[in-house]
């Protein structure tokens, strides 16, 4: 079956440390997102991609990056790890870009910033 | 800026209640509203409302939209607590993205 799938899904790391969280999926879809869910703010979108070659930012992309190389992943970096980064991300995948189509979550990667 | 807000943002019930929830929205050339629940773990899509969509049904589970009054509501009957969850509100103007709610957070009690 085709899935979404994040690693790790636990992350402890240090303040000013670079950090890659990976986010794969198997349902050959074009549209790839990121997302931060925090108490209080929902799910806020970091960076976002329509294809590969193509990354977007998103409301809170500062301090965070993406690249898409294939059509199946889109690792999200950290480039220097802050306290504030500590948060639950998710992945998410949709189908053909002019459409609607719901997005689909991967499992979320609990990421503790020290 | 497009902007979604859910009320209320907490709601605490007896099994077998009726619960409201509300999503209203402003968001440039509305394509589609979707709701999703969220147990300790990744959202699950629940519907998809567009123009020519407007009602759907899942059981216990229903959702109007009221493209009038940018909104929608999403309907759940005879609660039970395996419907303790957020709920989370997202609407999809005119690009791929999502904007999401902050969400409701439904507490069934036993």
């Known amino acids: 079956d085709a899935e979404i799938t994040q690693s790790p899904r636990h992350k402890i790391t240090e303040t000013g440390r670079q950090v890659t969280l990976a986010c794969h999926q198997t349902w050959n879809h074009n549209n790839m997102f990121w997302y931060r869910q925090d108490l209080g703010h929902g799910l806020r979108l970091i960076h976002y991609?329509?294809?590969?070659?193509?990354?977007n930012k998103g409301e809170v992309s500062d301090g965070y990056s993406v690249s898409r190389s294939n059509t199946e992943d889109l690792p999200l970096t950290l480039e220097s790890a802050a306290s504030s980064q500590t948060s639950v991300y998710f992945c998410?995948?949709?189908?053909?870009?002019?459409?609607?189509?719901?997005?689909?979550f991967g499992p979320g990667t609990r990421l503790t910033v020290t | 800026e497009d902007k979604v807000v859910q009320s209320p943002l907490s709601l605490v019930v007896h099994e077998g209640d009726t619960v409201t929830l509300n999503c209203s929205y402003e968001v440039t050339n509305f394509r589609s509203l979707l709701w999703y629940k969220q147990e300790k773990k990744a959202p699950t899509f629940l519907f998809m409302l567009t123009s020519s969509g407007i009602e759907k049904k899942s059981g216990r589970l229903s959702s109007i939209l009221d493209k009038k009054e940018l909104s929608s509501i999403l309907n759940i009957t005879a609660t039970q607590t395996g419907d303790s969850a957020i709920y989370l509100c997202a609407v999809q103007g005119g690009s791929e993205k999502l904007v999401f709610g902050k969400g409701t957070k439904l507490t069934v009690n036993p």
């Open positions: 991609s329509y294809g590969v070659q193509d990354t």
């Open positions: 998410a995948s949709s189908e053909f870009p002019g459409s609607s189509y719901e997005q689909y």
